[in-house]
């Protein structure tokens, strides 16, 4: 059984910030946050490949960090998504992801194999 559970999700002003996070059952060598916007598709965000490698989208350089809790362990993981100067565009489900495969800096839904249940983030004045 594989458990992904994201929070830290919530409603926040143009500018403002939220801090995501998502729980690991295992560890997993890489993992990603996605989101998906109402009509749209889901789209890589960023991800982390082993202690600290990162991608990030280019819509968020700058402005999301992801990172790892305690990134030499191989057991539990926490991953965070720290995001500042949110826009109203940032406005969507987060989606944890993860997988156990070699597969640094993936950035396509189909690299991973396990999925959190989401957590929304709305920004707006």
């Known amino acids: 059984q594989v458990d992904l559970v994201e929070s830290g999700g919530g409603s926040v002003q143009p500018g403002g910030s939220l801090r995501l996070s998502c729980a690991a059952s295992g560890y997993f060598l890489t993992m990603a946050w996605f989101r998906q916007a109402p009509g749209k598709e889901r789209e890589a965000v960023a991800s982390?490949?082993?202690?600290?490698?990162?991608?990030?989208?280019?819509s968020v350089k700058g402005r999301f960090t992801m990172s790892r809790d305690n990134p030499h362990r191989t057991t539990k993981n926490i991953v965070y998504l720290q995001m500042n100067n949110l826009e109203p565009e940032d406005t969507a489900m987060y989606y944890c992801a993860a997988t156990r495969a070699f597969t640094p800096e993936a950035m396509s839904p189909t690299a991973y194999d396990y999925w959190g249940q989401g957590t929304q983030v709305n920004v707006s004045s």
């Open positions: 982390i490949f082993g202690p600290g490698r990162t991608a990030y989208a280019d």
